[in-house]
């Protein structure tokens, strides 16, 4: 993908809309946005739960990648009249028991090479993680309505914060897109990419052909899919992401993150609580058919979430489920992202392990860098396609 004059992006999420500004911004290609929806940025975009920041757990591969993100957001953000905010707040993972805070403490260690001594130990990577024991984190932070008697263990990462609305975050990006000469067209699905001789030669959609010299998969949980139809193996594999949003009057805290069950919180500025669950990494995960996952969280769910949340905050007993939705996250089998070529020429892929909002803005880099052949300022080794084998 050196010289290529026409580059066609599938997917118009914060994935396909971080490609295209980068692509117009940065190099001479035409670019073109193909998006199956009536809008951009209205699938796992739009469900995410938006967290960006060093959380402490990020690979040597992770680590200029989420540089270059936080310093483009921290930019975009920062023009006049954004109608995206982004929301400092900090992350504090929670274990609950001796088992729980074993597991949080050898993280720690792992994440940074030392042993922890003592009840508390503080490290940085990127910005600064704090390990405190259970009965170190009453004294360490102010945190109302938490119950820190049942804490055992806890990381806090006070440089995690959220982007309040990712799909206004990546329509803000397709805009800087257009502004910079990218064309979107929406309404339009990829059925195939089409190939000649082990080249890209263009795509066949459902509004007819199109012509590309190279092509960028940024269909999200649909990638597997759409390589497929090039030949192109995608080992990547799904969980699925349910969100309840709880209408409550509780203070505001940091966002919770519980060990032992993977239920997480996030505290909106409205007063609403977003409360998630993720389920764990590529060994707990199958291979979903996005299309077949409705926005319903199921009960059993729904009951276990509300029941761990009421055990850590009991002010939150009996608040109202205001809204809720299922998203589809995309999980790698070692954990960091997929980006750039795959083993067809001209064609990429950007795939991401569960954290796409904070790598989007490298993925865009790394595309635009390749088409137009300089060096993106980041290593890319680490998270290129081939090495999956
Ligand atoms: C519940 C949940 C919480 C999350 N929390 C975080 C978090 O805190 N921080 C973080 O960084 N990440 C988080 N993520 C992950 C993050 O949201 C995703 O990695 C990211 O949104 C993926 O963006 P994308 O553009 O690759 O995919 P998508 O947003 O899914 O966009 C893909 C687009 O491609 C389109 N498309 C698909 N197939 C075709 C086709 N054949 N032709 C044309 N168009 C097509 C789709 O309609 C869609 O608009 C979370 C995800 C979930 C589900």
Same mark, same amino acid.
């Given at each position: 993908?050196?010289?290529?004059?026409?580059?066609?992006?599938?997917?118009?999420?914060?994935?396909?809309?971080?490609?295209?500004?980068?692509?117009?911004?940065?190099?001479?290609?035409?670019?073109?946005?193909?998006?199956?929806?009536?809008?951009?940025?209205?699938?796992?975009?739009?469900?995410?739960?938006?967290?960006?920041?060093?959380?402490?757990?990020?690979?040597?591969?992770?680590?200029?990648?989420?540089?270059?993100?936080?310093?483009?957001?921290?930019?975009?953000?920062?023009?006049?009249? =954004?109608?995206?905010?982004?929301?400092?707040?900090?992350?504090?993972?929670?274990?609950?028991?001796?088992?729980?805070?074993?597991?949080?403490?050898?993280?720690?260690?792992?994440?940074?090479?030392?042993?922890?001594?003592?009840?508390?130990?503080?490290?940085?990577?990127?910005?600064?993680?704090?390990?405190?024991?259970?009965?170190?984190?009453?004294?360490?932070?102010?945190?109302?309505?938490?119950?820190?008697?049942?804490?055992?263990?806890?990381?806090?990462?006070?440089?995690?914060?959220?982007?309040?609305?990712?799909?206004?975050?990546?329509?803000?990006?397709?805009?800087?897109?257009?502004?910079?000469?990218?064309?979107?067209?929406?309404?339009?699905?990829?059925?195939?990419?089409?190939?000649?001789?082990?080249?890209?030669?263009?795509?066949?959609?459902?509004?007819?052909?199109?012509?590309?010299?190279?092509?960028?998969?940024?269909?999200?949980?649909?990638?597997?899919?759409?390589?497929?139809?090039?030949?192109?193996?995608?080992?990547?594999?799904?969980?699925?992401?349910?969100?309840?949003?709880?209408?409550?009057?509780?203070?505001?805290?940091?966002?919770?993150?519980?060990?032992?069950?993977?239920?997480?919180?996030?505290?909106?500025?409205?007063?609403?609580?977003?409360?998630?669950?993720?389920?764990?990494?590529?060994?707990?995960?199958?291979?979903?058919?996005?299309? =077949?996952?409705?926005?319903?969280?199921?009960?059993?769910?729904?009951?276990?979430?509300?029941?761990?949340?009421?055990?850590?905050?009991?002010?939150?007993?009996?608040?109202?489920?205001?809204?809720?939705?299922?998203?589809?996250?995309?999980?790698?089998?070692?954990?960091?992202?997929?980006?750039?070529?795959?083993?067809?020429?001209?064609?990429?892929?950007?795939?991401?392990?569960?954290?796409?909002?904070?790598?989007?803005?490298?993925?865009?880099?790394?595309?635009?860098?390749?088409?137009?052949?300089?060096?993106?300022?980041?290593?890319?080794?680490?998270?290129?396609?081939?090495?999956?084998?």
């Amino acid at each position: 993908m050196t010289d290529a004059d026409r580059v066609v992006v599938v997917g118009a999420g914060i994935a396909g809309a971080s490609a295209a500004d980068h692509l117009a911004r940065e190099t001479d290609a035409e670019v073109l946005v193909l998006e199956r929806g009536a809008a951009p940025a209205a699938e796992t975009t739009a469900r995410s739960g938006a967290f960006v920041g060093f959380w402490g757990h990020e690979s040597p591969a992770c680590v200029p990648l989420l540089r270059y993100g936080i310093r483009y957001y921290g930019r975009l953000l920062s023009t006049a009249g =954004s109608r995206v905010r982004f929301v400092h707040g900090g992350r504090l993972r929670l274990a609950t028991t001796p088992a729980g805070d074993a597991d949080v403490r050898a993280d720690f260690e792992s994440a940074f090479g030392r042993t922890v001594a003592g009840s508390t130990a503080t490290a940085t990577k990127g910005a600064p993680v704090q390990y405190l024991s259970g009965d170190t984190l009453d004294e360490t932070l102010v945190l109302p309505g938490l119950a820190t008697d049942e804490v055992t263990g806890a990381l806090y990462s006070p440089g995690v914060g959220y982007v309040d609305d990712p799909a206004a975050l990546a329509r803000t990006v397709l805009d800087r897109a257009r502004a910079g000469g990218a064309t979107v067209e929406t309404d339009t699905t990829v059925t195939d990419v089409l190939t000649d001789g082990g080249r890209v030669t263009g795509v066949r959609t459902t509004e007819g052909r199109r012509r590309a010299d190279a092509v960028v998969a940024a269909a999200g949980p649909w990638n597997r899919r759409l390589l497929d139809t090039a030949g192109v193996t995608l080992p990547v594999r799904n969980t699925r992401g349910p969100m309840l949003v709880l209408d409550t009057d509780e203070h505001g805290l940091p966002a919770l993150y519980h060990e032992e069950s993977g239920v997480y919180t996030r505290q909106n500025q409205d007063g609403s609580l977003f409360v998630g669950h993720f389920p764990g990494q590529y060994e707990d995960a199958s291979v979903l058919d996005p299309d =077949s996952v409705g926005d319903d969280v199921p009960d059993a769910r729904r009951d276990r979430s509300l029941d761990v949340l009421g055990r850590l905050c009991p002010g939150t007993r009996g608040a109202s489920v205001v809204d809720e939705w299922v998203g589809v996250r995309t999980v790698t089998p070692d954990g960091d992202p997929v980006l750039g070529p795959t083993d067809v020429d001209g064609l990429s892929v950007l795939a991401f392990n569960a954290n796409g909002i904070q790598y989007a803005p490298a993925a865009g880099r790394l595309v635009a860098a390749d088409v137009g052949g300089f060096d993106p300022g980041f290593p890319t080794a680490g998270v290129a396609f081939d090495r999956l084998g």
